[in-house]
């Protein structure tokens, strides 16, 4: 069964036969190769020739000696038609290539073809050769499921009372695709294997950490305190503390490791007065809360945090730019913008007694939309023209 993810391939569709590098990525495991296959059973829908369509898997063990630009340049050219009409490569992890960005350059600029990769680094697109096709590629990042891919691909009807329940599995095994359709005897150990893999092949591989237990223990931390302002100084000092010397550098380096292998986003203060990103500190949050719960071994609890996560990927999903605000000493949880529209969110479990979480925003000096968003149904309404809403049903609410 693949389900459908139409809005990520409505985008690749809209880019068929452009000049343009289609590159899809995101974390291990969140559905970029079964795009890919998509995208492939779509143009043979088109009726374009078998021979026109060249994929290639490089995880597979038939291409595991395709390692350099060169072993990629004499295999393409072997697979490639040459009669002059348009042909599509589609290449899924090309991570696994040194320096492709040449070989595949020089195939856009010498070949009549339409080109496709997937990869789940982020330094695919970071440094000097990938400079070589600046302004020429279209980035298409794929996250897990939304909520409502998840109720979706479990054939669960919107807005019943099981869409509460269903909520519960999606905050604890979280929107990985093969998890989804798992049972729930072996959702926790595929969980628990993606997780080993990204940090191990993803992080610990690729970044030559030889410490992967103190990688695990800043994962850990990390996963605990989605929400919090963090710094590389503060994760040092913690591990001092559980007798762990690594220096803030160390810990800066793991966190750029993180982040390039998509298992974490950072978002930045910024100054809603000043109008200036702030630079001390951030906050981090994981792709996915079935990931965050294996970080943090399924522990009950810090509920709050677990909210803001979900809050936080569901923006990214929808296409918003996401920051920390900050207003004098008050912080506000989220500034999304996106296509020139601003708005603002707080996030909190139940609502406290007093007002404090809407007075941040009812502060704010503009008219831009205000919500607050909370973990319980019966807190919803308005409050002087912020929106409360309970976050089952702000997660079906279409993307604006």
């Known amino acids: 069964f693949m389900y459908l993810r139409t809005q990520y391939l409505n985008k690749l569709i809209s880019c068929r036969d452009t000049d343009f590098i289609?590159?899809?990525?995101?974390v291990r495991r969140s559905g970029k190769s079964?795009?890919?296959k998509q995208y492939k059973e779509y143009l043979e829908s088109e009726n374009v020739p078998?021979?026109?369509?060249?994929?290639?898997?490089l995880e597979a063990y038939a291409y595991r000696n395709v390692q350099s630009k060169e072993d990629l340049g004499t295999l393409l050219e072997r697979l490639c038609p040459e009669d002059g009409n348009t042909f599509y490569l589609l290449i899924d992890e090309i991570q696994y290539v040194d320096s492709w960005q040449k070989v595949i350059n020089g195939f856009r600029i010498s070949y009549n073809c339409d080109i496709v990769l997937t990869g789940s680094n982020a330094k695919l697109l970071s440094g000097e050769l990938a400079s070589l096709l600046s302004g020429r590629y279209v980035e298409i990042p794929v996250y897990p499921f939304s909520f409502h891919?998840?109720?979706?691909a479990k054939g669960i009807p919107l807005n019943t009372r099981e869409t509460d329940i269903a909520y519960k599995e999606y905050e604890k095994y979280g929107g990985l695709p093969g998890v989804i359709l798992s049972s729930e005897e072996l959702k926790s150990g595929i969980l628990s294997g993606i997780y080993d893999s990204i940090l191990l092949n993803d992080i610990a591989s690729r970044g030559n950490v030889r410490d992967t237990f103190a990688l695990k223990r800043i994962v850990s931390f990390l996963a605990d305190n989605a929400g919090q302002m963090i710094s590389s100084t503060k994760i040092s000092n913690l591990l001092s503390h559980e007798k762990l010397s690594i220096s803030y550098h160390t810990v800066g380096k793991y966190l750029d490791l993180l982040q390039e292998a998509f298992l974490f986003y950072e978002a930045m203060p910024y100054d809603l007065r000043g109008k200036a990103y702030l630079r001390q500190n951030a906050k981090y949050f994981m792709a996915d809360h079935g990931l965050r719960n294996i970080a943090v071994g399924f522990q009950e609890g810090n509920y709050g945090n677990r909210l803001e996560n979900i809050v936080?990927?569901?923006l990214?999903?929808?296409g918003y730019t996401v920051d920390v605000g900050r207003l004098e000493e008050k912080e506000i949880d989220f500034i999304a913008r996106k296509n020139g529209s601003v708005e603002y969110y707080q996030v909190c479990y139940r609502l406290p007694s007093n007002t404090h979480e809407t007075d941040k925003l009812l502060q704010i000096p503009d008219n831009h939309r205000k919500v607050l968003?909370?973990?319980r149904y019966e807190d919803n309404g308005n409050v002087e023209g912020i929106e409360l809403l309970y976050i089952v049903d702000w997660l079906l609410t279409e993307n604006k």
């Open 22 to 26: 289609k590159i899809i990525t995101g």
């Open 34 to 36: 079964v795009l890919l």
């Open 50 to 57: 078998s021979d026109h369509i060249v994929y290639l898997n």
């Open 149 to 152: 891919e998840f109720l979706e």
């Open 312 to 314: 936080f990927m569901e």
């Open 316 to 318: 990214l999903r929808r």
């Open 373 to 375: 968003i909370t973990g």
